[in-house]
């Protein structure tokens, strides 16, 4: 592995139903994102990680869960899919230097159609 | 909260030079990003300024006014790879990442 994949590529869902997107990066890196993109809107922070063991909210949190419980692995689950959560699904890690070189790499992302 | 603005869409001709605004009013503000998206693909890190002034890095300058709220991506000598979204993104005093919604560019021959 390089970096970081994700994992399905892409995935079409009854709403109601339950779904893990998996995330994983071999860089070692301490913090980790999901986001969600859609047109016109851009790449919106769903929750993060700053380090294994802790999790917080971002910006679109609700009707999404994430555990973080190693070093490697970020999975974002959707306990009831509902058809708003039709998106583009981008998972992000980064070192969490907070400070202002602390880029972020992202996976290739999960295309989500709730029908 | 963040607010981003930049143009929707650009469209430049190959060999020219295209110039991409970013304002920005936020709460807090530690460093300015850009990226880059192609169709189908994931962002891509192009560039950070934290300070005032010009970055240059190959075909591609980003210049910030932090007093201003501005940011600007020079792209030069355009090439047809270079078609693709340009996110600008402000890097908060949260230490996260607010983005704009992008700037499509199209590079024609």
């Known amino acids: 592995i390089a970096g970081i994949t994700q994992a399905p590529t892409s995935q079409i869902l009854a709403a109601g139903r339950r779904m893990t997107l998996r995330c994983t990066q071999d860089m070692r890196h301490n913090a980790m994102y999901w986001y969600r993109q859609d047109l016109g809107l851009g790449l919106r922070l769903i929750h993060y990680s700053n380090t294994a063991g802790t999790t917080g909210k971002g910006e679109v949190p609700d009707g999404y869960s994430v555990s973080r419980a190693n070093t490697d692995d970020f999975p974002l689950t959707l306990a009831s899919a509902v058809p708003s959560q039709t998106s583009v699904y981008f998972c992000?890690?980064?070192?969490?230097?907070?400070?202002?070189?602390?880029?972020?790499?992202f996976g290739p992302g999960t295309r989500l159609t709730v029908l | 909260g963040q607010n981003i603005d930049q143009p929707t869409e650009m469209t430049a001709t190959e060999g020219a030079i295209v110039q991409i605004n970013c304002t920005y009013q936020t709460s807090g503000f530690n460093g300015l990003f850009w990226y880059q998206q192609h169709a189908g693909e994931a962002p891509t890190f192009l560039s950070y300024?934290?300070?005032?002034g010009l970055e240059e890095k190959g075909r591609f300058s980003s210049f910030l006014s932090r007093s201003k709220g501005y940011s600007y991506l020079l792209l030069k000598e355009l090439q047809m790879k270079d078609s693709a979204s340009y996110l600008c993104a402000v890097f908060g005093s949260d230490y996260k990442l607010s983005f704009g919604a992008g700037t499509t560019v199209t590079v024609r021959a």
């Open positions: 300024n934290v300070l005032d």
């Open positions: 992000a890690s980064s070192e969490n230097k907070r400070e202002a070189t602390d880029t972020q790499y």
